[in-house]
């Protein structure tokens, strides 16, 4: 890894250890959604998180896939509930654009335009536009339902592509145009919505080229890897800790080979996690991407279940954050494309490379 990379990955973690609490969500369920507007600034802003999740194209930083790799595999360590998958998402739907953007389009607050690509019924293993049609003055007047809509209650704006004709355009619609519906989510640190547009006014950003899904899909791939990765780590951590201070029978339970074994694989599916994001770093091949989410989605989800387990009855509490870990990896899981569909993508594409 690049030095300077290292230096951020560590910063970047230490302000979320110092600052940030995910046990302290659940003190607030059932609330308005909120999170700490000072932190986001703090992670985004001043120690440049929000460069690293920005293309080059668009003023970010020249780290590529590699930097916004390490970006979410911090804050998946760290369980950050703020709405940075949405600014990333944003950028990388204005990159596929391929064109100048207004000002308009990149002034809104980092986090606060959300992107409303799937449809109920193909999530994100099929694309299907809103139905659209002009309105005059470069705008657009569109209709339909978008689903698994990240951080909705938090968004001022959303992105969604709507068809005209022949054309699939990317337009961004104020919150004042559409209907959102926020209900209570598996993962308690990040909301996931559904987004009605009856006839809403929207403002053209630019055409969408033919392989706008499936690149936006490959990114997608790559972060939710990449922070789950960070989740799997924390799990291990978390769990060798506990298995050194709790005593059973006059022992540390660590030294109890069950425990043991716990610990070990959940530090063999670590290993394996990062090898895969390293290989989607290092690919420019969208299918590697998808192999990396359908080995991470299931390895993550396995160390959060494992250390659910190794803290024993403290661990199956309320009041303990190991199940927000469980939640998180749980709802990777419902929202990507299945693991037989990215695996089938992945083997689709090195018959035919």
């Not at 950028?91 to 992107?115: C, F, I, N, P, W």
């Not at 899904?213 to 780590?233: K, P, Y």
């Amino acid at each position: 890894m690049r030095e300077d990379l290292q230096a951020f990955s560590e910063s970047l973690r230490r302000a979320l250890r110092e600052r940030y609490d995910p046990a302290a969500l659940l003190r607030r369920v059932g609330a308005a959604r909120q999170y700490d507007t000072d932190l986001h600034r703090l992670l985004m802003d001043d120690l440049g998180a929000a460069m690293l999740l920005t293309p080059e194209s668009l003023g970010g930083a020249d780290f590529g896939a590699e930097g916004a790799a390490q970006a979410f595999e911090a804050f998946g360590w760290a369980l950050y509930d703020g709405p940075y998958l949405n600014h990333a998402l944003h950028m990388q739907s204005l990159k596929l654009l391929e064109q100048e953007e207004d000002a308009d389009a990149l002034a809104v607050e980092k986090g606060k335009v959300a992107l409303a690509w799937c449809d109920p019924e193909g999530g994100w293993s099929d694309f299907t536009a809103l139905h659209g049609r002009l309105s005059g003055s470069g705008g657009v007047v569109a209709s339909g339902l978008r689903t698994r809509v990240f951080d909705a209650d938090l968004a001022a704006a959303f992105l969604a592509p709507v068809r005209i004709e022949s054309r699939v355009l990317l337009v961004l619609f104020p919150k004042e145009n559409v209907t959102i519906d926020s209900p209570l989510s598996l993962d308690l640190t990040r909301s996931c919505g559904r987004v009605r547009f009856s006839d809403a006014p929207g403002r053209v950003l630019g055409a969408l080229p033919a392989d706008a899904h499936g690149r936006l899909l490959a990114f997608l791939c790559l972060a939710a890897a990449a922070e789950l990765t960070g989740l799997a780590q924390r799990c291990l951590e978390l769990s060798v800790d506990y298995a050194r201070t709790r005593f059973q029978f006059g022992r540390p339970i660590g030294s109890f080979q069950a425990v043991k074994h716990l610990c070990a694989e959940m530090a063999c599916r670590v290993a394996d996690l990062r090898a895969s994001v390293v290989a989607a770093t290092s690919s420019e091949r969208a299918a590697t991407a998808r192999m990396a989410a359908a080995v991470c989605v299931e390895g993550a989800f396995a160390n959060a279940r494992d250390c659910i387990q190794v803290h024993g009855g403290i661990g199956f509490t309320w009041e303990h954050p190991a199940h927000l870990f469980y939640r998180r990896a749980a709802a990777w899981r419902a929202l990507l494309p299945s693991v037989a569909d990215n695996l089938a993508a992945y083997l689709t594409d090195q018959v035919t490379a």
